[in-house]
């Protein structure tokens, strides 16, 4: 039998509860550090302000709020050593095809059991450390946090801003 047991720290981003606490039960009976968050606003907002590192995020694919494709660039922009796998009730092709060229490290359909889940998230991690992870958000990022804080604006919010205006001026 395989052993699924890890030790790193991952981020469950659901926006359903019952699949948010379920899947935290899973992740630390299997020796995960876990963290969650209603949605991927509330996942950037938690990754800014953590100061554990979180070596994966679990992202949901169908959630209110900020597309699972904002998601994903944004994390990986400002954690770019953060390991990103996506989970959905729709079909794995579907999705990969869908997502092509991301920055992703796996997929985890829905529904799953809890090995299924635990296979799938020591298959991301891999059995090597996450080269490149840093903590302290990249300076791009950082300073968008800061400036942001002097506006009435969330960070996240702001990053996203910031982010169009640098595609719309290409």
Not at 97 to 123: E, H, N, S, W
Request: hydrophobic fraction near 45%; aromatic fraction near 6%.
């Amino acid at each position: 039998m395989t052993n699924l047991q890890g030790v790193r720290s991952v981020l469950v981003v659901d926006d359903e509860r019952s699949v948010r606490n379920l899947t935290e039960a899973v992740l630390s009976s299997y020796g995960y550090s876990v963290l969650v968050a209603e949605d991927a606003f509330a996942a950037i907002e938690l990754l800014r302000r953590t100061p554990r590192q979180v070596s994966l995020v679990l992202l949901d694919l169908s959630m209110p709020g900020m597309r699972a494709e904002d998601a994903i660039q944004e994390i990986h922009r400002c954690w770019p050593g953060t390991r990103i796998v996506l989970s959905s009730g729709y079909g794995e092709t579907e999705v990969l095809d869908r997502f092509r060229g991301m920055p992703l490290a796996g997929f985890v359909p829905k529904p799953y059991t809890p090995a299924q889940l635990a296979g799938k998230i020591k298959a991301a991690m891999g059995q090597e450390e996450i080269a490149g992870w840093d903590p302290i958000p990249s300076t791009q990022c950082a300073g968008a946090f800061r400036a942001a804080e002097g506006l009435d604006l969330k960070p996240v919010e702001f990053l996203m801003q910031v982010g169009r205006e640098a595609e719309e001026a290409l």
